[in-house]
């Protein structure tokens, strides 16, 4: 099995910042790749950043600029430094782990609250 811890979400007013750590553990021989989604109130759980095994990154177009992912590989941990939060950031975030033929593991989820 796979475990993913999440630490780091907090209220922050706007225009602040939150570092999000997700660290992973278990079986992860086949991992592929990890990233952050979020889900806010009442709206679909939508991706937010992801970065290969290869470093390879990717955003959602409306953080881009603002957040940084990025994997400390030999701790299996996964970082997303958001900087410059607004108000429609406000949302729990969850850590996710792709293992190439065992799909997708989940964290907890950690909230994060933006005030204007």
């Known amino acids: 099995q796979v475990q993913l811890v999440e630490s780091g979400g907090g209220l922050v007013q706007a225009g602040g910042s939150l570092r999000l750590s997700c660290a992973a553990s278990?079986?992860?021989?086949?991992?592929?790749?990890m990233g952050w989604y979020r889900q806010a109130p009442g709206k679909q759980r939508e991706m937010v950043a992801g970065?290969?095994?290869?470093?390879?990154?990717n955003y959602a177009d409306s953080v881009k600029g603002r957040f940084t992912i990025s994997r400390d590989s030999a701790k299996n941990t996964v970082y997303l430094q958001m900087n410059s939060l607004k108000p429609e950031d406000t949302a729990v975030y969850y850590c996710?782990?792709?293992?190439?033929?065992?799909?997708?593991?989940w964290g907890q989820g950690t909230q994060v609250t933006v005030s204007s």
């Open positions: 996710n782990v792709h293992l190439v033929y065992r799909g997708d593991y």
């Open positions: 970065i290969t095994t290869g470093g390879s990154t």
């Open positions: 278990g079986r992860l021989f086949s991992l592929s790749a």
